[in-house]
Each structure stands twice: as structure tokens, then as C-alpha cells.
């Protein structure tokens, strides 16, 4: 429940704190006194933007607190998940800065505006004059009756299917875009794919093929050259090797240390010229001239060559990189298919639950909204409407949608259901409020909030009917904490705790102020709210009898 308010530099409140009890709590005060003030000040507490023009003085913040006891509500797993330090008493802070900067704190720990809003819907629900209009809402409707007809968790079962296979949708629909450009390419990629194939990439050596062209084109003249070499280096009397062996003997005759140094150095050189005259015999016995494979290694040439400009490939890696590549690709389009396939099947299986699920839905809504009916309408006619039904229309499709197979449509008869009407062409905006009311306190008993605040939805209800709408609520205040902000004194007569909201002058300047009014100033207040600010005894003696109760 809500304990305390504080409320510090917002609007023509300069600094105001208001304390609140369980039961069912009012507050009262001229038109324009400030209770919207207050209200505003308490959305900004639970997560609402804010606005700096709200700042009645530039050169303070604005701070809002609200206090809460939340023991008894099951949220420490919210604390938990969100890291927050659970406190049997939470405190929800806002600090609004005239620069417009906003900080959020729960318990002291800073926050962001998505958390104080979640966690403050969970502590309070705010039902205004507008919130009348929720009952125009398909959402509203839908949620109103499932709950009441005890089949929400089976709506959220078949909501939460839903998106998945919406979902599944719109991945299947991926899917096929995809797979149709693939298929697009398939036929080219295909072609290119065979073509590096057959190129036989893997058993291609460019390096060795380039030595070997060369050599081929140059086969004569290299045989030339080296029988040439041959005969240079060692086939006539007068060879080098022969020439060289002559020097290092006539050296070796002489056996002075120089002699002797020189022969070794010729020796050296002799050796490396025989070493040279058989690797020159061996290179003449291999090189051939073969014109059948110099055409063979020019066109394996020319393949690679082509291939690596086809496809701007500096080597045969890249050309070998890119087949591979592209056989990933055309089995990526095989595979493609199957998983199509199988979210296909898989759809059209999610397809069938929810169907079957929407109809079991559809069934539990039709059964169960005559008693539904029947409960509203008697609340109804204990608020003065007793000619007033309400009639759930709920009509079924073959096609689905978010919320089952049915067309839901919530209706008004003001002739005992002889003629029904839609809601938002049927209905006063008095009459909205109690149907509102009554729907609101059916749906107590089901949605447990620690505190409701409503803010004159008793527009358009007076005398005994204002009485019997405040004893609703006071109803309701025995499960929940309640805060009525009326101008009704048949309303206002009904609280456990009273607030006044008032305005004063100060230093030249308004503030709106609140305090807690005793026994005796709660007789006054409500007496004025009978007859105005001309107090008569008549409508004291009227306060008093109200007050009893």
C-alpha cells in the first residue's frame, strides 16, 4: 500500500507531504485547488516523462517520493532480477532538474524510467474519468473477460503461441526470399563451380609449369648449347678439364709451399668443372623436344591463366578457395529446401493447436459470459441503473487472430435487454463511470493491486447512487488500499482517512498545501461540500448522518 507522498518544487506545490492509511482514503478540495497536482506528482513517482515547465522554481529540483509497503505483494523475485535490494518498505524517488535532467531511484539505487514504471505498475493502479474510455478498448475487453471467465492464463498460452508462429512466419518467409535468390544464381554458380572442378586445380603446380614451358619452347638450342658446354668442358684434348688437370700436375712437380697451395686451389676447381661437365651431360640426356607436351602445358597455362583473370584471383589457392565456396553455396541451397520443408510442417502444425486452442478459448468465453453478465448488471442496478444489461457479443471466425477465433464487442441496453447498443453510442459518460466501477470491483476480487487510486470517476452520480458508488468502493477497500479524490460528500462521508488539498497565499505568491482533517473539521468539510462555503446547520446535521454511516 502507499504510505507516504512527498512532493517537493512541482508545480504550486513548493513543499507537501501526505500520509495515508489502508482502507479507503479521501481526498477533497475546491476546483482547482490542486488535487490533479497531486496526481501528476505521484505518475511522475511511478515512471511517467516528465516537463520541466511543471518546476515552480528554475533554480530548485524537483523531488518526488513515494513510499510503499510492499510485504505482503510477492516481489522480491522482481527485485532480484533487476538487482535491486529488496525493502519490506520501498521508496520510488524522482529528482527533476530545471535543466530538464530526470533521475530515477528504487530504494536509493539509481534506475531507469522502463523499471520505476514496471515496478510502480505493480504497486498502484490509477483509474481516472479518462480511463473510462479502456472499456472501448478490444484489449481491455478481452482481458476483462477472460479473467472473470477464468481463462487468462489460457489466453496468454494461445497469445504467446501466436507470436511464435507469427514469428516462425516471418522466418519461413526469409527463408524463401533467400532461397529464391539463391536459385536465381544456382544455374551460374553451377556452372562456374563445374568449370573450377574440371580444372583439376589441386594437381596444378603454376611455379613448375611455367620452368617447364620455358623449357619446351627453348628444348633445341639448350641442347645446343649444352653439347657445346660439353665439349668445352671435357670432349676434345684440349677441354678445360684437360687443361685444368695439366696445370695442378705441373704445380704439384715443384714441392715449394706455393706451389703446392696453388695446385690445391686448382684442384678445387677442377673438381667443380667435372661436377658441372656431368650435371651439363645429364641436363642434355633430359631435355627432349616435345612439341605434344609444350601444347599441353601452354593450354593448362592459359586454363589458369584465364581462370585467375575470370575471377580476379592472384593464385590457384584463390581459384581452389572459391570452388570450394561455391560448392558451399549449392549445397547451402539444398539444405535450404529441407529446412523450408520442415518449418513448413511445423507451421501448419502450430496452426492446428491454435485453432484447437481458440476454440476451447471461445467455448470457456461463450459459457461462462452469461454469469458474468449477470454480475455486472446486478452491481449495475444497485448504482441506479436498474433498466441497464450488459451484454458480452462474442461471435466466432474461422480465422484467427491475436486474441483467439472470436469478434468480442461489449454492448448496452438500456430497455432490459430487449435492444442492445455498442458501449461508446449506448452509454452517458456517467453511466460509463459505473460500468466501469462495476467491472472494476468484480475484477478485484480476481487482480489483487495493493492500492487503487480513483480520481472523480463519480462524474455524473449524486444523491443515494453516489452513496451506493462509494460504498463500492469502500467494499473493495477491505482487500485493497483505496484512494478516492471526490467532490461528492455522499463519496467523501464513506473514508477512513481524510485529506483536504487548499490553496494559500505565501509571500505573495499561491501554494497548493494538504493536510489531514480530524472528526470535527471532516463534519465541516462535508457540509460544505453539501451546501457551499455557507455553512448551515441543516447541512451540518446532513454531515454528521453521513458520517455515521
Not at 575471377?311 to 529446412?339: F, P, Q, S
Request: aromatic share 6%; hydrophobic share 40%.
Amino acid at each position: 500500500m502507499l504510505q507516504s507522498l512527498k512532493v517537493k518544487n512541482y508545480a504550486l506545490i513548493a513543499d507537501a507531504e501526505l500520509q495515508f492509511s489502508s482502507g479507503m482514503n479521501i481526498i477533497t478540495g475546491e476546483t482547482g485547488a490542486g488535487k490533479s497536482i497531486l496526481l501528476g506528482a505521484l505518475g511522475l513517482a511511478l515512471g511517467k516523462r516528465a516537463d520541466t515547465s511543471s518546476l515552480s522554481n528554475k533554480e530548485a529540483k524537483c523531488v518526488i517520493e513515494a513510499t510503499f509497503l510492499v510485504k505482503d505483494y510477492a516481489l522480491e523475485l522482481f527485485y532480484i532480477n533487476h538487482d535491486l535490494d529488496y525493502d519490506e518498505q520501498t521508496i520510488l524517488r524522482r529528482e527533476i532538474t530545471a535543466s530538464g535532467k530526470s533521475r530515477s531511484f528504487i530504494n536509493d539505487s539509481p534506475v531507469n524510467l522502463t523499471m520505476l514504471n514496471d515496478l510502480g505498475s505493480r504497486l498502484i493502479e490509477i483509474h481516472s474519468q479518462h480511463d473510462n474510455l479502456q472499456l472501448f478498448k478490444p484489449e481491455f475487453q478481452y482481458y476483462s473477460l477472460d479473467i472473470l471467465a477464468g481463462c487468462l492464463a489460457d489466453q496468454q498460452d494461445y497469445s504467446s503461441e501466436m507470436q511464435q508462429w507469427k514469428e516462425d512466419i516471418k522466418l519461413l518467409k526469409k527463408l524463401q526470399g533467400k532461397e529464391a535468390d539463391l536459385v536465381k544464381e544456382a544455374d551460374f554458380n553451377q556452372f562456374l563451380f563445374n568449370e573450377l572442378a574440371a580444372a583439376n586445380l589441386e594437381s596444378i603446380n603454376e611455379k613448375y609449369l611455367v620452368e617447364e614451358q620455358v623449357l619446351l619452347e627453348n628444348a633445341e638450342e639448350l641442347i645446343r648449347t649444352f653439347n657445346t658446354a660439353n665439349q668445352l668442358l671435357g670432349g676434345t684434348d684440349y677441354s678445360i678439364i684437360t687443361q685444368l688437370q695439366e696445370l695442378r700436375n705441373l704445380l704439384k712437380s715443384q714441392s715449394t709451399m706455393l706451389t703446392q697451395s696453388l695446385a690445391e686451389r686448382i684442384n678445387s676447381v677442377l673438381i667443380e668443372a667435372q661436377d658441372i661437365a656431368r650435371e651439363v651431360d645429364i641436363s642434355a640426356d633430359n631435355i627432349e623436344v616435345n612439341p605434344e607436351r609444350l601444347s599441353e602445358v601452354n593450354d593448362m597455362l592459359v586454363q589458369v591463366f584465364s581462370l585467375k583473370a575470370k575471377h580476379r584471383a592472384a593464385d590457384v589457392a584463390e581459384l581452389i578457395n572459391l570452388r570450394d565456396k561455391l560448392d558451399d553455396k549449392l549445397g547451402i541451397t539444398e539444405n535450404l529446401a529441407e529446412e523450408i520443408a520442415k518449418l513448413q510442417s511445423h507451421i501448419e502444425r502450430q496452426y492446428r493447436d491454435l485453432s484447437s486452442k481458440a476454440q476451447i478459448l471461445s467455448k470457456k468465453r461463450i459459457a461462462n459470459a452469461p454469469q458474468i453478465e449477470a454480475n455486472i448488471n446486478d452491481l449495475l442496478c444497485q448504482l441506479g441503473m436498474p433498466h441497464s444489461r450488459i451484454h458480452f457479443d462474442i461471435k466466432e471466425n474461422n480465422e484467427l487472430n491475436s486474441l483467439g477465433c472470436n469478434e468480442l464487442a461489449v454492448k448496452l441496453s438500456s430497455d432490459k435487454g430487449n435492444t442492445f447498443s455498442e458501449l461508446k453510442k449506448a452509454a452517458s459518460g456517467g453511466e460509463l463511470a459505473r460500468i466501469n466501477l462495476s467491472l472494476k470491483s468484480i475484477l478485484a476480487d480476481f487482480v489483487k493491486m495493493p492500492c487503487s487510486v480513483y480520481d472523480e470517476i463519480d462524474t455524473g452520480v449524486s444523491g443515494e447512487i453516489a452513496r451506493k458508488v462509494g460504498g463500492m468502493m469502500h467494499q473493495m477497500s477491505d482487500s485493497q488500499q483505496v484512494i478516492v479524490i471526490t467532490h461528492l460528500p455522499q463519496i467523501a462521508s464513506l473514508g477512513d482517512n481524510h485529506l483536504f488539498v487548499y490553496k494559500q497565499d505565501v509571500n505573495h505568491t499561491v501554494e497548493t498545501r494538504v493536510r489531514k482533517l480530524s472528526a470535527e473539521e471532516r463534519i465541516s468539510e462535508v457540509a460544505k461540500m453539501i451546501s457551499g462555503d455557507s455553512l448551515t446547520e441543516h447541512a451540518v446535521e446532513q454531515s454528521k448522518e453521513l458520517l455515521k454511516g
